[in-house]
């Protein structure tokens, strides 16, 4: 069954950094794209970034390009977002999520003070 953990929100000031991370079992991580998306108070779940089974293909919303990166470790299972420049509207839950599973993790808050 996939398994999804998400760590390593926080609250930080405007123009910090945070890097989230995403333990993944359950599926065969290393053939599977992955996606972080994030829930903001009072909104629908939106898509942020995506990265490819090798990592060697990336795509970001318009929101985050330029100031988040997504990149993977297949030798740990682990999908990581690398956050910086961050904006009081960056403000959300987190959460990642393997391609063509419905399954989500608990998600994790990223919390941005102006």
């Known amino acids: 069954q996939v398994q999804l953990v998400e760590s390593g929100g926080g609250l930080v000031q405007a123009g910090g950094s945070l890097r989230l991370s995403c333990a993944a079992s359950g599926f065969t991580f290393s053939r599977t794209s992955m996606n972080w998306y994030r829930q903001a108070p009072g909104k629908e779940r939106e898509f942020a970034a995506t990265i490819n089974p090798t990592g060697s293909s990336t795509y970001y919303a318009e929101s985050v390009k330029g100031r988040f990166t997504i990149s993977r470790d297949n030798a740990k299972n682990t999908v990581y977002l690398q956050m910086n420049s961050l904006k009081p509207e960056d403000t959300a839950v987190y959460y990642c999520?393997?391609?063509?599973?419905?399954?989500w993790g608990q998600g994790t808050q990223v919390t941005v003070s102006p």
């Open positions: 999520k393997a391609t063509g599973s419905a399954n």
